[in-house]
Antibody, heavy 121, light 107 residues
Framework: VQLVESGAGVVQPGRSLRLSCEDSGLTFSVHAMHWVRQAPGQGLEWVAVISYDGNYKNHADSVKGRFTISRDNPKNTLYLQMNSLRPEDTAVYYC???????????????WGQGTLVTVSS | DIQLTQSPSLLPASVGDRVIITCRASQGISTYLAWYRQEPGKAPELLIYAASTLQTGVPSRFSGSGSGTEFTLTISSLQPGDFATYYCQQLNFYPFTFGGGTKVEIK
C-alpha cells in the first residue's frame, strides 16, 4: 500500500477539518499530487493539485477560498485543509499521485483508499 | 472548464461481450485522456492513458482510441471483475475534469 489517507470524520457545517495522505514510497518529492472527491453515489470530482515542490497550487472553483492543499516532502505527506465546510462537501476524499511528463502521458497512476468526510449538523 | 460526456451511462452486458464506452470532450484535448475503472467501495484504477496507452499490468482486453474530442474505451471480452464503473478524465487543462461515469452491469 503506497498512499494512505487519514483525517476522516463527521463535522458540523462551518467547521474545519484537515486530511492527510502519507506516501510509503521513496519518490513522493518528485511527484505532483492531487485530491479528488466522490460524493455518495456520485462521480469523481477533481479538487486540487500541488506541484512536486509545492510552488504551484490550483483548486477547483467549488472549494477555492475554503480548501488549501499543501505538502511536507521530508514527511512524505500531502494535506488538505478544509475550512467553512458545507453539507455538499460530504464525500470520500482520495489522494492521487500524478506521473508528470511532457505531453499527453500524464496520468494518476496511484490512488489512496479514500477517507470519508461527512458534513452534517 | 472542459466538459466530458460519457455514453452510455448504464451498460447491461454479459461475460464475454465486447463493450464500447464513448467519451466526448467539449473542446479539443489532443490525446490528454485517461480511463479508470472503479469497483464499488474501492479507489479508481488507471487503465489507459494518453488515450491509447495501456497502463502496466492492465490486461490487453482493454484498449483505447481517439483524439481531439472523441474517445472510446473498448473491452474485447468482458470478465467478471469488469462489472464496475468506468470514468474518463482529461489532463490537458485545469480543472482536470472527469466524465460522469459508465456503469457496466450484469445483463
Amino acid at each position: 500500500v503506497q498512499l494512505v489517507e487519514s483525517g476522516a470524520g463527521v463535522v458540523q457545517p462551518g467547521r474545519s477539518l484537515r486530511l492527510s495522505c502519507e506516501d510509503s514510497g521513496l519518490t513522493f518529492s518528485v511527484h505532483a499530487m492531487h485530491w479528488v472527491r466522490q460524493a455518495p453515489g456520485q462521480g469523481l470530482e477533481w479538487v486540487a493539485v500541488i506541484s512536486y515542490d509545492g510552488n504551484y497550487k490550483n483548486h477547483a472553483d467549488s472549494v477555492k477560498g475554503r480548501f488549501t492543499i499543501s505538502r511536507d516532502n521530508p514527511k512524505n505527506t500531502l494535506y488538505l485543509q478544509m475550512n467553512s465546510l458545507r453539507p455538499e462537501d460530504t464525500a470520500v476524499y482520495y489522494c492521487a499521485r500524478e506521473i508528470t511528463v511532457a505531453g499527453p502521458d500524464r496520468r494518476f497512476d496511484t490512488w489512496g483508499q479514500g477517507t470519508l468526510v461527512t458534513v452534517s449538523s | 472548464d472542459i466538459q466530458l460526456t460519457q455514453s452510455p451511462s448504464l451498460l447491461p452486458a454479459s461475460v464475454g461481450d465486447r463493450v464500447i464506452i464513448t467519451c466526448r470532450a467539449s473542446q479539443g484535448i489532443s490525446t490528454y485522456l485517461a480511463w479508470y475503472r472503479q469497483e464499488p467501495g474501492k479507489a479508481p484504477e488507471l487503465l489507459i492513458y494518453a488515450a491509447s496507452t495501456l497502463q502496466t499490468g492492465v490486461p490487453s482486453r482493454f484498449s483505447g482510441s481517439g483524439s481531439g474530442t472523441e474517445f472510446t474505451l473498448t473491452i474485447s471480452s468482458l470478465q467478471p471483475g469488469d462489472f464496475a464503473t468506468y470514468y474518463c478524465q482529461q489532463l490537458n487543462f485545469y480543472p482536470f475534469t472527469f466524465g460522469g461515469g459508465t456503469k457496466v452491469e450484469i445483463k
